[in-house]
């Protein structure tokens, strides 16, 4: 399984960016696709993450700013970034939980990575 992220980029304070990320390989069940992020010195943190379902949880400093959707059958994770603070600079990473078709019934899915994407927001 492979997560390729991609949209991350250079914005100016109150500016939008829209994050992708797409799963490819032998995936059985995605059951949550989502996004975290690493600032420079702090640990990761989730941003937000959606089930197959839909059900969507967001981190507090993002709520009503950020936007997560899923369009499932391509397993692939969007993140519209609107209002961009100087705080939200960081890289970004796709993380997936997935049963993959091989896997033996029963085992819990695995998280998956992407590569990460650079957000810097600067004036």
């Known amino acids: 399984v492979q997560l390729q992220a991609s949209g991350g980029g250079l914005v100016q304070p109150g500016g939008s960016l829209r994050l992708s990320c797409a799963a490819s390989?032998?995936?059985?069940?995605?059951?949550?696709m989502g996004w975290y992020r690493q600032a420079p010195g702090k640990q990761r943190e989730l941003v937000a993450d959606?089930?197959?379902?839909?059900?969507?949880r967001y981190a507090d400093s993002v709520k009503g700013r950020f936007t997560i959707s899923r369009q499932g059958a391509a397993n692939t994770v969007y993140l519209q970034m609107d209002g961009l603070k100087f705080d939200d600079t960081a890289v970004y990473y796709c993380?997936?939980?997935?049963?993959?078709?091989?896997?033996?019934?029963?085992?819990?899915?695995?998280?998956?990575w992407g590569q990460g994407t650079q957000v810097t927001v600067s004036s």
């Open positions: 993380k997936a939980e997935i049963i993959t078709t091989d896997q033996p019934m029963g085992v819990p899915p695995t998280d998956y």
């Open positions: 390989g032998n995936i059985f069940n995605n059951l949550v």
């Open positions: 959606i089930t197959n379902a839909g059900s969507t």
